[in-house]
C-alpha cells in the first residue's frame, strides 16, 4: 500500500489527487487542513487508511508538515556547522538528505534570515541536470528545512575512484552547473570540491548557501566564504562592498582545478 500526503495548500499533493487515484493507500494529512474531514470520510468509503497528524517528530527533532518529511521514520546527523545541520533520512524505502537551518542562530540580522530563505528557494528555482535535485522545502517553528537527493560522494572523496575520463565528466558537469546559475542570474560563491558531488558517474553542484544574485552588493562580513578558494578579493577587510559576479566562481574552480593537477 502506497502512503501519500495530501494538503490544499499544494498543487502537487491536493486532496484531488486522492479523489482520482484508484488505490489503495495510505494517506496522511495534516489535521487543520480544511479538507481533512472530506479526505477522511472519503478514505473510509474506499476502506484506505488515512491520519491526520498535528505534528511529525522522530526522535527529537519536529520535521515540517509536508512532502517527503511526514514520511521520514529515522534521522542521522552526518554534519553540524555553525548555521546547519544536515541529517541522512531514511523512509520506507529509500535515503534522503534533509538540512535544518535552525532560525535562532545568527538571525541577529535580517539579512542573514533572507539568506536562509533564499537558500531553500534556490533549490526548487533552479533545477537542472548540473544542480543535486530537491525533494521539498519546509518550515517548523525553529528551522527551514530543505530535503534532497542523495549522492554518492562529495567530489574531494571521490578522487581515489575516479580515473581520468569520470574525473573530467564530473568536472564538466560542475562547469555546466555554473554556467547555469550564471545564466539564471546567480553567483555561487563557494565553489569547492566539497559543494561538487559525483552521483552515478556524473557532477552536481550543491549547499546554495553563499550564493548571491549577479551583480547585487553584499557586505563582504555575511558570505559564507571558503578562503582558499574564494577569489582574493572577497578577502579584503570587512566593511568593503563588492558586487557578486562569475568571475568569483571562474577562479574558485580554477584553484579547483589546479590542486587536481598538484595531486595529479
Same mark, same amino acid.
Given at each position: 500500500m502506497r502512503t501519500v500526503f495530501i494538503s490544499s495548500v499544494s498543487g502537487s499533493d491536493h486532496p484531488r489527487r486522492v479523489l482520482s487515484d484508484k488505490g489503495p493507500l495510505r494517506v496522511v494529512i495534516p489535521a487543520h487542513d480544511p479538507y481533512a474531514g472530506l479526505v477522511e470520510s472519503f478514505c473510509r468509503q474506499r476502506g484506505w487508511e488515512c491520519r491526520r497528524i498535528e505534528r511529525h517528530v522522530v526522535g527529537d527533532v519536529e520535521l515540517p508538515l509536508g512532502s517527503p518529511f511526514v514520511f521520514v521514520v529515522s534521522l542521522r546527523p552526518i554534519y553540524r556547522g555553525a548555521t546547519a545541520t544536515v541529517y541522512e533520512a531514511s523512509t520506507e524505502d529509500t535515503v534522503i538528505i534533509l538540512k535544518q537551518i535552525p532560525l535562532d542562530v545568527g538571525m541577529d540580522h535580517p539579512v542573514k534570515? =533572507? %539568506?536562509?530563505?533564499?537558500?531553500?528557494? =534556490?533549490w526548487v528555482d533552479l533545477r537542472s541536470p548540473w544542480t543535486v535535485p530537491v525533494l521539498g522545502t519546509g518550515t517548523t517553528p525553529s528551522a527551514i528545512w530543505i530535503a534532497m537527493e542523495r549522492m554518492d560522494a562529495t567530489l574531494d572523496r571521490a578522487l581515489e575512484t575516479l580515473d581520468a575520463s569520470a574525473l573530467s565528466l564530473v568536472l564538466a558537469d560542475a562547469c555546466r552547473g555554473l554556467a547555469f546559475l550564471h545564466e539564471a542570474g546567480w553567483v555561487h560563491m563557494d565553489v569547492k570540491p566539497q559543494n561538487i558531488f559525483v552521483h552515478q *558517474? !556524473? *557532477? !552536481? %553542484? *550543491?549547499?546554495?548557501s553563499a550564493m548571491w544574485r549577479r551583480g547585487v552588493c553584499l557586505p563582504i562580513s555575511l558570505r559564507a566564504l571558503t578562503p582558499r578558494y574564494a577569489d582574493p578579493r572577497l578577502l579584503r577587510p570587512e566593511g568593503r562592498i563588492l558586487k557578486a559576479v562569475p568571475e568569483f566562481d571562474v577562479y574558485s574552480m580554477g584553484v579547483v582545478l589546479r590542486e587536481l593537477v598538484e595531486k595529479g
Open positions: 534570515y =533572507l %539568506l536562509a530563505s533564499q537558500e531553500a528557494k =534556490l *558517474g !556524473r *557532477g !552536481r %553542484l *550543491g549547499d546554495f
